[in-house]
């Protein structure tokens, strides 16, 4: 018994020498003493955190990267409109004066017309595909040029509509006059249809809040929005799939004249544990409501037309309000770029924090776990030694020749 006993401790000192061997070549190849949780379960378990809090800044750097990328490219958009509205009171306050001619009023209201053109353009400024001025509706352009006679397209049920035909709970039909930047919105209620619809466009007709004589009418099997002017424009839009998208009737725009069919939701991105920014400023607060950029450069453009200094000073002074508001909407998105500058250096610092901190929780020291290999080595190789000697002997090598 005496001999199993040595054997099966001869073969115990084996397999720790080698386990103790293979940890050290492990750390040594690995450059970590941690390489299973069982090696050390309380830094293994700091690691998870560490390890979730690593993942997390890097997606709020990507946020970053992202983000700062759209928001430049929104400021950089404003800040030409600012510039292109400065022109404009410039333009304005020389068609102003008595000494400029009348043919030269109608080539300076040619020139407003190319700074319209030209802020219409930043308004449907893209980054990535989505439009960065249309609210959390950004899959298309924003702002677009209004006609007096609007007409529903691709409807998704089987033509012809009808004014009986129900529409689609929750959905909304909106209707812009660009030119006084009042808009009408009909949410559908169940059970409603296109004729409840229709007379809700002709109340707001009457009340001021579109068009004199804009009304909703069937024609063709298609519902037709149109003004009671072609000089009157308005811009028509739906969610309802019943109704299909509204597309101006050509023919019918009215020059210098847009509105505005993105959204007024503001958005806003985490690039934080407990830090989030403004990401945009909806279109309506700035290009045709609130501001209102569009429509007091339309008015200035009309006013140069007519050649009457009063109106033009007074569309003049308009522009001059819109750019002043231009210039304070601007800010949030100022603060938004300077935060997410600070916050990518504040994650940048923390990212090397955690590497270090990930490296003390694992990390082997080098010329510890060299030693330690040396070691190791070195028993291994003494323990095999004394095994040799040790294990050929059998239970014959204890039976005294000649013992019966």
């Known amino acids: 018994m005496r001999v199993a006993n040595l054997a099966t401790d001869v073969n115990y000192n084996i397999q720790q020498s080698e386990q103790a061997l293979a940890t050290a070549l492990q750390q040594v ?6 390489n299973k949780p069982s090696d050390d379960p309380a830094a293994s378990a700091d690691l998870v955190t560490s390890l979730t809090a690593s993942a997390n800044n890097d997606q709020y750097t990507k946020n970053i990267t992202s983000l700062s990328t759209s928001l430049q490219g929104a400021d950089s958009a404003l800040s030409a409109v600012i510039t292109a509205l400065e022109s404009a009171v410039s333009l304005g306050t020389q068609g102003a004066t008595g000494t400029t001619t009348d043919a030269d009023r109608q080539t300076i209201a040619t ?13 449907n400024t893209q980054y990535q595909g989505a439009y960065v001025f249309g609210g959390s509706s950004s899959a298309s352009a924003p702002v677009v040029p209004a006609a007096a006679t609007y007409i529903t397209q691709d409807a998704q049920v089987q033509p012809p509509l009808t004014a009986s035909l129900p529409l689609t709970a929750g959905s909304t039909t909106t209707i812009t ?47 037709q929005v149109a003004t009671g002017s072609s000089t009157d424009g308005i811009v028509v839009s739906s969610t309802d799939p019943i109704l299909g998208h ?15 069919v993105g959204n007024s939701s503001v958005n806003n991105v985490q690039v934080g544990a407990s830090l989030s920014v403004q990401s945009n400023v909806p279109g309506n607060q700035i290009f045709t409501g609130g501001a209102n950029v569009i429509g007091a450069l339309n008015g200035l453009i009309t006013a140069l037309k007519t050649n009457n200094t009063t109106t033009i000073g007074s569309a003049t002074d308009a522009v001059n309000t819109a750019l002043n508001t231009v210039s304070q909407k601007r800010i949030p998105l100022e603060n938004s770029i300077s935060q997410i500058n600070s ?51 059998t239970l014959l090598n204890y039976v005294q020749p000649g013992v019966a």
Request: hydrophobic residues 40%; charged residues 10%.
């Open 343 to 393: 916050q990518e250096s504040y994650l940048s610092q923390e990212k090397v924090t955690l590497s270090s901190q990930q490296t003390n929780l694992i990390g082997a020291d080098l010329s510890t776990s060299a030693v330690n290999l040396s070691q190791a080595e070195t028993q291994n190789s003494a323990v095999l030694a004394a095994a040799a000697k040790v294990l050929p002997e």
């Open 177 to 223: 006059d660009p030119t006084t930047g009042k808009t009408f919105v009909f949410t559908v209620s169940a059970g409603q249809t296109i004729s409840e619809l229709s007379a809700a466009i002709a109340s707001a007709a009457s009340a001021g809040t579109l068009p004199a004589g804009t009304v909703a009418t069937i024609t063709n099997g298609q519902l």
């Open 29 to 34: 190849s690995t450059g970590q003493r941690v």
């Open 246 to 260: 509204f597309a101006a009737v050509s023919g019918t725009e009215v020059p210098n004249s847009y509105g505005y």
């Open 111 to 123: 020139q407003v017309s190319g700074i319209l053109s030209n802020v219409v353009g930043q308004a």
